[in-house]
Antibody
Framework: EVQLLESGGGLVQPGGSLTLSCAASGFTFNSYGMGWVRQPPGKGLEWVSGTTATGGNTYYADSVKGRFTISRDNSKNTLYLQMNSLRVEDTAVYYC?????????????WGQGTLVTVSS | DIQMTQSPSSLSASVGDRVTITCRASQGISSWLAWYQQRPDKAPKSLIYAASSLQSGVPSRFSGSGSGTEFTLTISSLQPEDFATYYCQQYVYYPFTFGGGTKVEIK
């Protein structure tokens, strides 16, 4: 059974930093691309970032480019999202999701999400 | 960036109704389109990929069609568990953008 478990969310002040983690199990982690999607309270889904199976290629939404960094440790079956220079508008539930393929593709399994609140 | 526009933004329907949701892309995306279902306070769930391929385990009452810029998600006979919000997503050009969502409510 595919399982994705996010952690690391919480309350942070504007301008601060936070790192999210996503522990994966139930599939061959190093064979699949992975991504992060966020959802502000009461709003729709926003694709944030994605990476290929090896981590050699990374992609970002314009809204987070230069502030967020996606990475993965295939030896630990874990995906990360380093978030710097956080803004109030980054407040959202952040979901980790597995790609159906090794590169960019649809997201076939999702974690339960972790809430990030940016507020003073 | 490719803009994805869903219509309607919400609809009311009864159990047993046939429901159709439309998604339009601002430029051609071939068949690189997915549909997701999100129930209240739950994570999204994959329904359809490649515009018309059903994700494993998804009931056959869900179907998708279209290519290029216009796509549809159809629920042939609405069930109580189908009341949720539905999103389309293109995954051919980064950033992979979502539509604004369609909320399906009980009439």
């Amino acid at each position: 059974e595919v399982q994705l478990l996010e952690s690391g969310g919480g309350l942070v002040q504007p301008g601060g930093s936070l790192t999210l983690s996503c522990a994966a199990s139930g599939f061959t982690f190093n064979s699949y691309g992975m991504g992060w999607v966020r959802q502000p309270p009461g709003k729709g889904l926003e694709w944030v970032s994605g990476t290929t199976a090896t981590g050699g290629n990374t992609y970002y939404a314009d809204s987070v480019k230069g502030r967020f960094t996606i990475s993965r440790d295939n030896s630990k079956n874990t995906l990360y999202l380093q978030m710097n220079s956080l803004r109030v508008e980054d407040t959202a539930v952040y979901y980790c999701a597995k790609n159906r393929g090794s590169g960019g593709s649809n997201l076939d399994y999702w974690g339960q999400g972790t809430l990030v609140t940016v507020s003073s | 960036d490719i803009q994805m526009t869903q219509s309607p933004s919400s609809l009311s329907a009864s159990v047993g109704d046939r429901v159709t949701i439309t998604c339009r892309a601002s430029q051609g995306i071939s068949s690189w389109l997915a549909w997701y279902q999100q129930r209240p306070d739950k994570a999204p769930k994959s329904l359809i990929y490649a515009a018309s391929s059903l994700q494993s385990g998804v009931p056959s009452r869900f179907s998708g069609s279209g290519s290029g810029t216009e796509f549809t998600l159809t629920i042939s006979s609405l069930q109580p568990e189908d009341f949720a919000t539905y999103y389309c997503q293109q995954y051919v050009y980064y950033p992979f953008t979502f539509g604004g969502g369609t909320k399906v409510e009980i009439k």
